[in-house]
């Protein structure tokens, strides 16, 4: 006869991770049915597709200088939150116009559930098209029936999770989270900003026509908030005491700890998004120690590749 307390336990790890799991396929968007070859090519991406105008599709798969790329994209030097692809579109223009993402769902939604739900944003403020201000209002939207470039979800300013704030990190990535009960049995998620030019705040880095893009990764939905410490098995890297960057401010030295991760590659950039340096192979150690003392004063970003996967820290440089 099979021990009690190890069916018990068995019974209570099954409901945990059943609780615990992404209902978004693909939620990082690693999985490709093509490599990106241009712009506008979100279907690309398994299991996600257009529901308005022509959202973009980046992966360090694409050929280096079309446009797709990872980092060199078409709208700036940007590199994932984690992984090795992202998403992005506008999400407001002088004209009424929204590039929107849109998935289904691993299982509908079940009416009076509690749904947890994030991800990450940046916006692309560089390269050839790369947008001239900021805007809030991004959010997550659940519809009953499916969308389409041909048949376009609406802007009808409403949204079950949104952000109201203007989001305005060109460098790291926000964590966008909240939580809503649903009131209907839901089967598709889409992905952007769902409020007209009247109902959205926006700001200015240029002047002229004014552009908000910003770009997505980790997107989370499950019944249980314990599932929002990691997307599809990936760290979420901005709240991931895995790694940890000191002293920050720094002078001439940094310190990049571990807890037992092997460093693969760190490469630190500017606030424009260049690179200023790169480091292949640093000792593996529990500390490594970095000579900044030839960056510039200001805000730097450090790319840190792991076995374990890719983690992103800002420091400011107070020579």
């Not at 945990?16 to 712009?39: G, I, R, W, Y």
């Not at 649903?182 to 200015?204: E, M």
């Not at 249980?224 to 920050?248: E, F, H, Q, R």
């Not at 200001?298 to 590749?305: E, M, P």
Request: proline share 4%; with cysteine; glycine share 8%.
């Amino acid at each position: 006869m099979k021990n009690p307390l190890f069916l018990f336990l068995l019974l209570s790890l099954f409901s945990f991770f059943a609780k615990a799991q992404n209902l978004v396929p693909n939620p990082s968007f690693e999985d490709t049915v093509h490599c990106p070859t241009n712009q506008g090519q979100v279907v690309n991406a398994k299991g996600w597709w257009s529901v308005c105008q022509t959202p973009d599709y980046f992966n360090e798969c694409a050929p280096n200088g079309n446009l797709a790329n990872v980092p060199n994209t078409l709208f700036g030097h940007k590199f994932p939150s984690s992984g090795h692809a992202f998403i992005g579109g506008q999400q407001y223009f002088t004209s009424l116009t929204r590039e929107i993402i849109g998935t289904k769902l691993d299982t509908s939604l079940t009416i009076g559930q509690r749904y947890y739900c994030k991800m990450k944003v940046s916006i692309a403020n560089g390269g050839l098209l790369g947008a001239s201000g900021f805007c809030n209002n991004f959010g997550m939207k659940f519809t009953i029936d499916a969308f389409s470039q041909a048949n376009p979800i609406a802007i009808n300013n409403f949204a079950q999770i949104v952000d109201t704030t203007i989001i305005r990190d060109t460098v790291g990535w926000t964590l966008i989270q909240g939580s809503f009960v649903a009131d209907s049995a839901y089967k598709y998620l889409s992905i952007g900003n769902f409020f007209d030019n009247a109902h959205t705040d926006t700001d200015r880095i240029l002047n002229g026509w004014l552009r908000v893009y910003y770009c997505v990764d980790e997107v989370s939905v499950c019944t249980d908030s314990t599932c929002l410490k990691t997307v599809g098995g990936i760290a979420n890297i901005s709240s991931d005491n895995s790694v940890s960057v000191y002293p920050n401010p720094a002078n001439t030295e940094i310190n990049i700890k571990t807890n037992g991760i092997q460093i693969e590659q760190i490469e630190i950039f500017n606030a424009l998004g260049q690179n200023e340096k790169t480091i292949f192979h640093p000792p593996i150690q529990t500390i490594t120690t970095l000579d900044v003392s030839q960056l510039n004063i200001g805000i730097h970003l450090l790319k840190i590749k792991t076995k374990e996967g890719n983690y992103s820290k800002k420091i400011k440089i107070i020579h």
